[in-house]
C-alpha cells in the first residue's frame, strides 16, 4: 500500500483523510513555541473541520457542512478501497 501525508487548511481535503492530524503552536511565557500534534476523530473532528471551515462564525452552519464534509469524505475512502487491487 502507499502512504500520503498531505498538509491543509481546506476542510474538504481533511475529510477525506483516513487519520486526521491536528497541529497547533503554543507559545510559552518565556516566548518558546512549542508544537502539539493531536489526532482527532469522532465529535473532535467534526469541530475542527468546522473550525476549518468558519473559524469562530457561524458554528452551527459550520457543523453541518462539516458533517457532509465527512459523510463524502467516507464515501471517497469506501470507493477507494472498492478500486484498490
Known amino acids: 500500500g502507499h502512504q500520503v501525508i498531505a498538509i491543509t487548511h481546506t476542510p474538504s481535503v481533511a475529510a477525506v483523510a ?26 473532535d473532528r467534526r469541530k475542527e473541520l468546522a473550525r476549518m471551515a468558519s473559524g469562530d462564525l457561524a458554528a452551527d452552519e459550520a457543523q453541518v457542512f462539516a458533517e457532509a464534509l465527512l459523510r463524502d469524505g467516507a464515501a471517497a475512502r469506501n470507493k477507494r478501497k472498492v478500486l484498490e487491487p
Not at 19 to 42: E, F, L, Q
Request: hydrophobic share 40%.
Open 18 to 43: 483516513d487519520t486526521h492530524v491536528v497541529i497547533r503552536k503554543m507559545p510559552n511565557s518565556n516566548g518558546v513555541i512549542h508544537v502539539k500534534a493531536s489526532i482527532v476523530d469522532g465529535l
